[in-house]
């Protein structure tokens, strides 16, 4: 075959597969079987191959899948990429609304027109046009840097590789922009995840937790054959950049963006009234469990761009723009099993063994039980039926038994007398509902221990997860955390699992980890009661770990935020020898805390205030910023009291920031936080 017959033959082939693509996804209505389709594409990937002058980005062999990727490129976004702030109530619904208002100089009665989309359960993704071509995406990343994927997003048929002209009166024929930016979700719909998950069980691979999880590690794979292999779809929902004459509204965006290939999701609609807006909120709750994918809310939008303009956003959300969230979900399950953790410091927590159910698109099969007394109060048992919810959508639990169902004669459960992993009998100290294995050199609690101390918030050493702990504990490299700071690549790489190069990144995470800040040294011992804001403020206060070592209860009592219970805890800590001997070894391993940095003798918009940090921020993280307040003279707390002078809120704020209001504590959004710091 000459170069022009193959020319022929390769443009041929891709209208047919093209046609076919259209009547198998979009029409569910396909002209040919699969054999056919397959033979077709494979003709046109071999003359492609052969004659590589009429390779185009646009053909369809290009959703098959290219070549692997050594890794992700970070790329900064044309616009921040924005996420919506949550309300979980008609009442805060309402509040979004009168905000709006009160913004745009509108009255009470004013009527704004919103748009309700269903708020999918999937991955945010950034797409660039240009002259029509898709030439580049990006994952959300932090909503200033993103992840490059685009050879995996080809891969996805809902998004179009070649935008097609845009209706011009009755005509087809107006050219798409010169540069285009749509934002959208990518996800696998119900029916895609049961059936990929039965494919990785008959492999014998991992499955997946829900749909958003699949979805992500989809678009995450270095080799885009494997996300070719997903049954990824995707839905436009917001717009980054269209250069004039641009469209007027959302509503208007989205039919323009139907026009040019994309898939728009058919439950999006418009409110022309608040209370239009509830109907639509309770009409999605009534048809989500019929949607053929997972939703958790719906997402509600102003539809007039230039009012969305007008409102603009704080931090890193919109004002123009809000989820409501829908309630948890619960589902009804039988309990298998009762089975008893134990943790960091000793307590033992029963946590109830499910035969497997999806809640809120997620597989459930386990839920805790909390303590004895929870289990007494609800009268759990092995056999029962039990409602279980997702608390906050995040945590499984059980809400309570159904003893209409009970018809077995299992006994009352109790915790067992002795600690299950180390057969030391086990204690529960007077008013406290935990019971403990006392036995510190219990292996559960060794191993719990060393997690917490290489956390993120600890001392942070990248690389050495749960699994790696597990190995080195077994092969006894390491019975405590000062051994962590005596290993050596040499060992290390010997290990199954940990080859030449891991290992040496292992090591130099360790060494990098010898000089921590104190309070994360603090954080990092895993004392009884002190999280790292207790951790920051006891750094604060001592400037050192020897006199902390050395503290009276009567003198930490004194300290701002210490209550009896978490000073005898603290107290106890230090008292017991082995807990001494740890901290003096891995001070004689070289290990140097970081004293805290402050400016306190400088007056700053902080100083002698306490601050409450909740919400996530755009700038830093939580943590970070009650660093940046204690350096200027500042105190932080976790919780918000009459006694605090300011709140920090960022995306997310939630419960803190409704008692900041109701207690008329001063509210500070990121903005005036930032110019605070300066």
């Not at 898939?263 to 053929?292: G, M, T, V, W």
């Not at 604060?540 to 770990?545: H, N, P």
Request: proline residues 5%; aromatic residues 6%; hydrophobic residues 40%.
């Amino acid at each position: 075959m000459d170069e022009r017959e193959a020319g022929k033959r390769i443009d041929k082939l891709r209208r047919e597969l093209t046609y076919h693509e259209h009547r198998y996804y979009d029409l569910d209505d396909p002209v040919v079987d699969d054999a056919t389709y397959d033979a077709l594409m494979r003709e046109l990937m071999e003359l492609e191959k052969s004659f590589p002058q009429f390779l185009e980005p646009d053909s369809p062999s290009q959703r098959v899948g290219g070549k692997a990727l050594d890794a992700f490129t970070k790329q900064q976004h044309r616009h921040q990429m924005l996420s919506l702030a949550n309300c979980f109530s008609q009442r805060e619904l309402e509040e979004f609304d009168q905000r709006c208002k009160r913004f745009l100089d509108l009255s009470e009665s004013s009527k704004i027109v919103y748009i309700a989309e269903p708020k999918m359960d999937g991955l945010a993704i950034d797409l660039e046009y240009e002259d029509g071509q898709l030439v580049r995406a990006l994952t959300r990343g932090d909503g200033l840097t993103g992840e490059l994927v685009t050879e995996n997003v080809r891969t996805i048929r809902d998004i179009p590789l070649k935008l097609k002209p845009l209706v011009t009166g009755d005509l087809f024929g107006a050219k798409p922009p010169a540069y285009l930016n749509v934002r959208g979700e990518i996800y696998i719909d119900r029916k895609g995840f049961d059936e990929l998950n039965a494919r990785q069980e008959k492999y014998k691979k991992q499955t997946f937790a829900n749909p958003r999880n699949a979805a992500a590690g989809s678009i995450r794979q270095l080799d885009p054959k494997i996300a070719a292999s997903r049954p990824l779809k995707f839905f436009p929902h917001t717009l980054g950049e269209w250069p004039a004459p641009a469209p007027l509204t959302q509503n208007e965006m989205l039919e323009k963006l139907g026009q040019m290939g994309f898939k728009i999701n058919p439950h999006i609609s418009k409110a022309e009234s608040f209370e239009a807006l509830l109907a639509k909120y309770e009409d999605l709750q009534r048809l989500r469990p019929d949607l053929p994918f997972e939703i958790d809310g719906m997402v509600v939008k102003i539809d007039d761009f230039a009012l969305q303009n007008r409102l603009g956003q704080i931090a890193k959300s919109p004002r123009w723009a809000i989820a409501y969230k829908f309630p948890a979900e619960e589902r009804i399950t039988q309990i298998l099993d009762i089975k008893v953790q134990v943790g960091r410091t000793g307590t033992l927590t029963p946590v109830a063994e499910l035969d497997p159910v999806r809640v809120g698109g997620v597989e459930v099969r386990r839920a805790t039980l909390h303590n004895q007394d929870e289990i007494d109060r609800k009268d759990v048992r092995v056999s029962d039926w039990v409602v279980v919810r997702r608390a906050g959508d995040v945590i499984p639990e059980v809400v309570k038994v159904i003893l209409d169902r009970r018809e077995h004669k299992k006994t009352a459960f109790r915790l067992p007398a002795n600690c299950p992993v180390c057969d030391s009998v086990t204690v529960r100290e007077q008013d406290k509902a935990a019971i403990r294995c006392p036995n510190a050199d219990c292996p559960a609690q060794i191993l719990e221990s060393l997690a917490h101390f290489v956390s993120k918030n600890g001392m942070n050493i990248d690389g050495m997860g749960r699994k790696i702990i597990e190995k080195l504990l077994e092969v006894q490299l390491i019975k405590g955390v000062a051994d962590i700071y005596r290993l050596d690549a040499e060992s290390l790489g010997k290990q199954e699992g940990l080859a030449e190069k891991s290992a040496d990144k292992l090591v130099k995470s360790i060494q990098a980890s010898r000089t921590p800040k104190l309070s994360r040294f603090i954080f990092a011992l895993g004392i009884s009661g002190v999280g790292s804001t207790m951790a920051d403020t006891l750094a604060d206060k001592y400037g050192d770990i020897l006199p902390l070592m050395e503290v009276s209860e009567e003198n930490l009592v004194q300290i701002f935020g210490i209550g009896t219970e978490v000073a005898r805890s603290i107290k106890d800590f230090f008292s017991e020898d082995h807990n001494r001997a740890r901290v003096e070894d891995l001070l004689e391993l070289g290990i140097a805390p970081i004293p805290p940095v402050t400016i306190s003798d400088i007056e700053t918009p902080f100083s002698g205030k306490t601050f409450v940090v909740t919400g996530s921020l755009l700038a830093m993280g939580r943590r970070e910023a009650e660093e940046k307040i204690r350096e200027r003279g500042g105190k932080t707390s976790s919780s918000v009291s009459k006694k605090t002078d300011a709140l920090v809120a960022g995306e997310n704020a939630g419960s803190k920031l409704d008692k900041a209001r109701k207690l008329e504590v001063e509210i500070w959004d990121e903005d005036k936080f930032l110019e605070a710091l300066g």
